[in-house]
């Protein structure tokens, strides 16, 4: 049985050592350089609208048209949804360490064309951005699935969800970097190239120079990625997926004990019923009766907690620009020129990211093996409905001038809570509860209706959070049901996250043989599984 073999036991039970974190920094390193190329388009599109839409005669610098926007935004997450349900499925088949190097090779090669988008027309220079964001955006989906399964699959059973976790706060490095070289990029340029502001001289306002800034933001996120990449081909395969999938319990011994710096034995007499078991009831596939009685309620509870969660999470975008406006860190756009408005985005995002996500991701790390998946999940879900709810329900209230501070704050903790939460767990739970075999799938497919909720989330709230008065919509877009509205719709999001919560198993410090359970033989030494509290446990 699987849990019998020594190399997996002596994965469970390792003492945290080197080799654990230089597995979380070239695991995180691709979370870094997916978040940074992700979030680095939001503080370039005003600048893309002043340099490809600018409109003589026009009182406000030009703006990127809805469906353009929508498209430079949202292409790249139409890529990830794609790249993780491929990859995801690749990484099963081939194995985690093969597939690995293709996809940052990928994001490698997308960020540098990216920045190379061209054209004689504005809608030409959007298409081929488009295009290449759109591959980068695959590239990224791949990124999910292998990382987490990787390191899931590198950890102990003690560490381990502090171990993925941390993977995924790199995120919030990547969006912090993001907006630091734009900062970086927009005041060297800024110092250059000065220019009056936009209703001092329309045109004068965007130096032609400016081109160059948001080429250069984008194409930066090559760097980090390139930089991993020899460390990525020099990891050997998972002794998971050597011993369960590819059934070579040699390689794994021999792979195992190279990382881990201590004799681990091959077992050669466990060889053979290691392979007898392929035609066994562990040996049954995504879509098949056992998979459905065992593991389809577990896939049910991660997909619909990451689609409920990206809802509100992605959302987010809604109420940045009002916020930072409200509490006046970026003036109206007519007064400043191109780069001064690049750089106090850039700024203002920075912020955001200093204060409420980077401390949320770290916070999970630090409690996740103390109190658990299901706990951490469930507290954030409600404090996120609680926190919306209050926002919602008083809107008005909180748009008076003495009170923007009491929603500036409201507004950090509901994603505080999300990342110190949900939008961590959610991303740690499917890369320990499903077989070996089908590990990487499973998690892609959650983490693909994850990315349909972001999809949601940033574009179907931007229209219904447009006023109901079609005269005070924004130009280009419809009437909508307002941002009073669009709050409790999203507080209602959170509140059915909460209740899907119930259908993931708490994983903590048991082994990923014990949660799969690939340990048992034949369906009669199986034991039956009940429900307690929401949580799956064996009997």
């Not at 995801?88 to 997308?110: E, N």
């Not at 560490?159 to 900062?183: E, S």
Request: proline share 4%; with cysteine.
């Amino acid at each position: 049985m699987a849990n019998d073999l020594q190399v997996l036991n002596a994965l469970d039970l390792a003492k945290t050592q080197l080799y654990h974190f230089t597995a979380i920094v070239i695991a995180g390193m691709g979370f870094f350089t997916d978040a940074y190329d992700l979030f680095c388009i939001s503080m370039v599109t005003k600048l893309l609208g002043r340099i490809y839409y600018h409109h003589d005669n026009a009182v406000k610098p030009g703006s990127l048209p809805p469906n353009v926007s929508a498209a430079v935004n949202g292409v790249a997450f139409c890529g990830t949804l794609a790249g993780q349900l491929f990859f995801g499925w690749l990484g099963d088949k081939l194995g985690r360490k093969k597939v690995y190097g293709m996809t940052l090779m990928i994001m490698v090669i997308c960020s540098i064309a990216s920045g190379l988008s061209f054209g004689h027309t504005p809608k030409s220079v959007m298409a081929t951005l488009c295009f290449f964001r759109f591959w980068l955006g695959f590239g990224i989906g791949g990124d999910y699935p292998l990382s987490a399964t990787i390191m899931s699959e590198y950890a102990n059973k003690k560490t381990r969800g502090a171990f993925i976790a941390a993977v995924f706060a790199m995120q919030g490095f990547g969006i912090l970097a993001g907006g630091m070289v734009a900062i970086i990029v927009s005041a060297a340029f800024k110092g250059a190239f000065p220019a009056p502001a936009y209703q001092d001289a329309p045109l004068a306002s965007t130096v032609p120079q400016a081109d160059f800034v948001w080429r250069i933001i984008l194409m930066f996120g090559a760097l980090p990625a390139a930089l991993t990449y020899y460390w990525r081909m020099k990891m050997p395969e998972t002794a998971r997926y050597t011993a369960l999938v590819a059934k070579n319990l040699k390689q794994a011994a021999n792979d195992m004990t190279k990382v881990m710096q201590v004799e681990i034995e091959a077992e050669p007499e466990k060889i053979e019923s290691v392979s007898e078991e392929r035609g066994g009831a562990n040996e049954f596939g995504l879509f098949t009766k056992q998979f459905l009685h065992r593991h389809g309620l577990h896939l049910l509870g991660t997909t619909s907690t990451w689609f409920l969660l990206d809802i509100a999470f992605y959302s987010q975008n809604l109420f940045q620009k009002d916020i930072f406006s409200a509490i006046g860190w970026i003036p109206p756009a007519q007064t400043m020129n191109a780069l001064d408005e690049v750089y106090r985005i850039a700024r203002a995002q920075t912020l955001i990211a200093l204060c409420s996500t980077v401390p949320g991701y770290w916070f999970t790390v630090a409690f996740i093996d103390r109190i658990g998946r299901f706990a951490i999940q469930l507290m954030g879900f409600f404090f996120m409905t609680v926190f919306m709810f209050a926002l919602a329900i008083p809107y008005n209230h909180w748009t008076h001038k003495d009170h923007r501070i009491g929603f500036v704050v409201m507004y950090s903790l509901t994603f505080f809570f999300a990342n110190f939460g949900p939008n961590a767990t959610t991303f740690v739970v499917p890369a320990e509860i499903f077989p070996a075999r089908l590990r990487s799938t499973c998690h892609g497919i959650s983490a693909a209706a994850g990315k349909a909720g972001a999809i949601v989330g940033a574009f179907g709230f931007l229209y219904a959070a447009q006023p109901t008065d079609p005269k005070k919509a924004e130009a280009g877009y419809p009437a909508g049901i307002g941002v009073k509205n669009s709050l409790i719709v999203l507080g209602v999001v959170n509140l059915l996250g909460m209740l899907f919560t119930f259908c993931v198993p708490e994983s903590n410090g048991k082994s990923l043989e014990d949660l799969s359970r690939e340990n048992e033989g034949e369906e009669e030494n199986g034991a039956e599984m009940r429900t307690t509290s929401g949580r799956t446990v064996p009997v």
